[in-house]
Every structure is written in structure tokens, then in C-alpha cells.
């Protein structure tokens, strides 16, 4: 829910004025104009852009961000909506909610955040609207289930189900971080040692052969070893910082070109291991919100709308998306979920027997479960499933080591005993 700039004529004492105000629409507009100026009588309301000076203070501010930008750590982020759920549930104020648990956090970014939503909730902002300002830093599935909360009259409930579900996003990120130590931990020190070897050990051997005017009748893998010597003794830092630069290319233009975007998620989701990681933590999150929004009573086309933003991977989000096309065409989320070709059968027919009997919830939440379970296995036995790949690619480079450099030593060796 973006903000919109607004041009306010008014009067106060007989005397006309404007000034230029952000809301999410006109009427909100009036209304935080009417609170913050109560004596003066508006005239004219229309929509401008922003004026020069804020657009340059904005462009300042995104600048300085980039550089020196902090992130919200999640610990502080779920312990702050934990306290929120428990205040709104005491009947305590939104507003005055938000304004303590800002006073209290730990994390400097998330007090600022905090103050400036207790600033857009005195000017007449809704909470949605205020905490959509800093989607980057709270998620999509944070203002998906705060809106939830204004929308539903339950903010408490929609707090404690977001501070769960955020945990569990967590905890998963840990257990991946987890999982995937000991693997980065050997590939690391495999190319160190490879580093090493290509740059100590085999210049050695190279000058050896050199000596004895054997470097036109050198064995393939031989051949193979010199040159990724050659290669990184001459063009290493080279090598270095076109990667470096490569690295920073791909990263961007995954940001910033969508067309690029689609690809990379496209093919991410057919990498070993890596595609079943993207695919179920993404179902997981979507049915996940589902379900909550539809057990609240949220219409099913918008509970798929807010859904879909939880979904991060765009080749996904794209085959999600047809089924709210197919529910608005009046076809049962059924056939529609059917249709994405994402779901098993046996799940198509846990919704279909939820659909049918009016617990739609109570089914979605049984398919999250299923998704839930099927990436906690992956990350459980993440190691397992990639040991032989690592096995496979030291065997490779051992190999590869020893006949590049034994093979023209038993070769020089039989030529003496033939001599």
C-alpha cells in the first residue's frame, strides 16, 4: 500500500494557504490534514507529485542506505510483535502498543522503525499504511498479516500467528545455516589446498620436466595441471576480480532486471537439492498464510491475493497467481490449485475434501504441514545428500593431481629401464 502525495489548499483566519501532505488516498488525506490542522477549512484536494527538496532527500537517504543501511535482526523483530499481541490482547491501544514496544526494543533500526510508525499513526494513518512504508525490513508476510489483523477487528491473534510464523521462517534459516557448515567448511578447504598445490607444488614438477625436454610429450592430465598453473600464477588476481565483478553483475541484475529475475528463479528451481529447498519452503509459506486468512474468514480471492506475497521465487508466483484468476472465473480452488500442476494428488484431494465438507482451513493447514515436513527432511539429511557430490569431486581432483603429475614420472621411469 503505497503513499500518495496530495496538494491541500486551505484557509484558516481568511487566509489561503497549501501545502503538500503524503496519505494512501484523499479521503485519508483530509483526515490526517483535519486532525493536524483543526481550525482551517480545506478548499482543494489533488494529487501532485513530490516536491523537489523531499525528492532529493529521499535519493540521499537511499544512498546513505545502501552504504551504511542496517537490518532489522529477526530475534528482536518476532520478540516486538510477541509483545504487541500480548498488549493488543490487554486491550491496550494500538497506538500506545506500538509507541512502548518502540521504547523497548533492543535493535536501533527497529526503534526507529517503531517511532516513525507511532509518528504516521498520530497523523490518522492506519497501521497498515504506516508499517507498508518499511516493507523491506518487517516482509511482505508482516503486512500481509497486520492488515489481516485491521481487516479481521483481531490484531492480537494476527501478531501471535505472525510472530510464529516469522520463528519458524527462522528457525529453518538456522537449521539451513546449520546443515550447510560442515559441506562449505570441506569445499573450502579443498579449493585452498588446490590453491596451494596449483601454486607451490606444481612449478616445481613443471621446471622438472623442463629440465629433462619433456614438455611437448606430457600426458592430458598433465597438460590439464600446467595450465591451471599458468593460469593462476599469471592471471590470478585478474581471475579474482572478474569474478568479484561477475558476482556483483549477477546480483544486481537479479534485483533490478525482472526479465533476468524470471530466468535465475526459473532455473534455481531445477538445481539439485536447491530447487526442493526454494519449492517447499515457498508452498509452506503460502499455504501457511492461506489458511490463517481463510479460517479468519478473509473472502478466498483476497486471502490468495495476500498469499502470493509471500511467495518470493517468481516462477512460482506466477503459477500461484492463475489460481486466483481461475476462483474469480468461478472455478473451485480445486481444480485451480490442480491446474498450477504444483501440487500432488493426494493434496489436491485433502483441499477438494475441505472444499466440499467447509473446512477449507482445517485442510489447508494439514497441506502445510506436509510441506512443513518435507523441507525440515531435506535440511535434516542436507549433509547426506551432499557428501557424494563432495566425495565425488575430491575423488576427481585427487585423481586428477595424481596422474598429472605421476604419469609422465612412470613414463620418464620406463623410458630409463627401456634405455
Known sequence: ???????????????????????????????????????????????????????????????????????????????????????????????????EVGKAAADERLRSIFAKIDDDLNAGLSLTASASAFKEELGDISIAMIELGENTGNMADSLKKLSDI?????????????????????????????????????????????????????PLPTKILLGIESALNNYGLYILVVGIVAFLFITRSYKTNPIFHAKCDKYMLKVYLIGKIIFYSNLNRFTLVLSELIHAGIPVVEALDTSLLTVTNTTLQDRLSLVKISVQRGISLTDSFRETELFENM????????????TLDMMLSKVTDYFRDKFNAIIDNLSSYIEPILLAFLACMVLLMALGIFMPMWEMGSAVKGG
Do not use: C, W
Open 1 to 99: 500500500m503505497s503513499l500518495k502525495h496530495f496538494e491541500i489548499v486551505y484557509s484558516v483566519k481568511g487566509k489561503q494557504s497549501k501545502t503538500v501532505l503524503q496519505a494512501v488516498n484523499r479521503a485519508d488525506m483530509i483526515k490526517i490534514f483535519k486532525a493536524r490542522n483543526p481550525d482551517s477549512a480545506v478548499i482543494r484536494v489533488t494529487e501532485t507529485s513530490a516536491p523537489l527538496n523531499e525528492t532529493l532527500e529521499k535519493l540521499k537517504n537511499n544512498i546513505m542506505d545502501a552504504i551504511f543501511k542496517k537490518s532489522v535482526k529477526v530475534e528482536f523483530l518476532i520478540a516486538s510483535f510477541r509483545q504487541l499481541a500480548v498488549m493488543s490482547n490487554a486491550g491496550i491501544p494500538i497506538h500506545d502498543s506500538v509507541k
Open 166 to 218: 516469522l520463528e519458524e521462517v527462522h528457525e529453518n534459516r538456522k537449521k539451513f545455516k546449520k546443515a550447510i557448515r560442515y559441506p562449505l567448511t570441506i569445499i573450502t578447504a579443498m579449493a585452498v589446498a588446490f590453491v596451494i598445490l596449483m601454486t607451490q607444488v606444481v612449478p616445481k614438477f613443471r621446471d622438472i620436466f623442463k629440465q629433462l625436454g619433456a614438455e611437448e610429450k606430457l
Open 347 to 358: 493434496l489436491i484431494q485433502m483441499i477438494q475434501a475441505g472444499e466440499q465438507s467447509g
